[in-house]
């Protein structure tokens, strides 16, 4: 069965330190891979998804960026996080091929992150 | 832009009744809507979808409904339990990758 795995649980960093968040996916290969921000009490906001190694697409213009080294690994990255990236931050993976519009996605454990 | 309507975004209901959730979505081109489940504090989790190929779709004491031509979808909880007591959120595809999800609905079930 598949499997998604993300850490840390929890992360509280300061003001302009750098981020690095990781997600692997095991059970599956060529997966959709996203990354979510969930604010305190609010819905989920896209940030970026990927269809492939490499490829990457950004919704929301910010200092985060995202990579995919691997097929079934999902990094989060910023240089210098700022007040407003706070919050709780869930990698979801979906199926690939067939009808791909048709295909759930399935959440991480998420990893709540708390600016200072 | 595209989005995704949920109301309402509290509900609180007594043991035993039933709860009804809606969504309006605005891309015509949709096709596919799961609706989730968020306990606090944990990821978000499937529990029931719903293609544009049919109308109705139930599970135990879930169902969800779909009218394409006015756009809007719907999540019913029958007999309620302490239990179901959580977030639930709708979401609609945009396309083949990507999915915009509503605001949320905090169910409460007072027992």
């Known amino acids: 069965s598949q499997t998604i795995h993300q850490w840390p649980a929890t992360l509280v960093q300061p003001v302009g330190s750098p981020l690095s968040l990781e997600c692997t996916v095991e059970?599956?290969?060529?997966?959709?891979l996203y990354w979510y921000r969930q604010a305190a009490g609010r819905g989920l906001q896209l940030l970026f998804y990927?269809?492939?190694?490499?490829?990457i697409s950004s919704e929301v213009p910010q200092n985060l960026s995202a990579s995919r080294p691997q097929d079934r690994q999902f990094i989060l990255s910023s240089k210098k996080l700022l007040l407003s990236d706070s919050g709780f931050y869930l990698c979801?993976?979906?199926?690939?091929?067939?009808?791909?519009?048709?295909?759930?996605?399935?959440f991480g454990d998420g990893t709540r992150l708390s600016i200072l | 832009g595209e989005n995704v309507e949920q109301h309402p975004s509290t509900l609180s209901v007594q043991e035993g009744d039933s709860a009804v959730i809606k969504c309006t979505y605005s891309?015509?081109?949709?096709?596919?809507f799961p609706w989730y489940k968020q306990e606090l504090g944990k990821r978000p989790q499937l529990i029931i979808d719903i293609r544009s190929n049919v109308g109705e779709k139930k599970d135990q004491r879930i169902a969800v409904t779909l009218n394409k031509t006015a756009k809007h979808f719907s999540l019913h909880i029958t007999e309620t339990q302490p239990e179901d007591s959580a977030v639930y959120f709708c979401?609609?595809?945009?396309?083949?990758?990507?999915?915009?999800f509503g605001t949320g609905t905090r169910l409460k079930v007072l027992a």
């Open positions: 990927s269809v492939g190694i490499g490829q």
């Open positions: 059970g599956t290969s060529n997966p959709n």
């Open positions: 979401a609609a595809n945009l396309g083949t990758y990507k999915y915009i």
């Open positions: 979801a993976w979906s199926p690939r091929g067939g009808y791909v519009d048709n295909q759930p996605q399935h």
């Open positions: 891309d015509s081109a949709s096709n596919y």
